[in-house]
């Protein structure tokens, strides 16, 4: 069956840097967009960066744009998310997730069609 693994996540103060890392199994990884959202308390799940196929084409929230950095290693079946300049903000459950459709920008959790279980991101002030 189909896993993604996410890791990575922690408490950390505001300023400092974190990378998320999602671990993909049971499908052939390269054939799918990936994406990392997140989702805070009493709000609903955001996108925050999508990737396409290859890697080549990244995607930002506006949020999170200069700071954040996603990437994919197709060789590992691992996407990841490189946070930096992390504000309070930013304090979610982050979820990578997988998508057969698309080029990587679709900023919509309903076209995505497997998901990580999620990992918690604090940053402190």
């Known amino acids: 069956q189909v896993q993604l693994v996410e890791s990575g996540g922690g408490l950390v103060q505001a300023g400092s840097s974190v990378r998320l890392s999602c671990a993909a199994s049971?499908?052939?990884?390269?054939?799918?967009?990936m994406g990392w959202f997140r989702q805070a308390p009493a709000k609903e799940r955001a996108f925050v960066a999508g990737?396409?196929?290859?890697?080549?084409?990244?995607y930002y929230a506006d949020s999170v744009k200069g700071r954040f950095t996603i990437s994919r290693d197709n060789a590992k079946n691992t996407v990841y998310l490189q946070m930096n300049s992390l504000k309070p903000e930013d304090t979610a459950v982050y979820y990578c997730a997988a998508n057969w459709l698309g080029g990587g920008s679709s900023k919509d959790p309903a076209e995505y069609k497997f998901w990580g279980q999620g990992t918690q991101v604090t940053v402190s002030s």
């Open positions: 990737v396409n196929r290859s890697g080549g084409n990244t």
């Open positions: 049971g499908l052939t990884f390269r054939s799918y967009t």
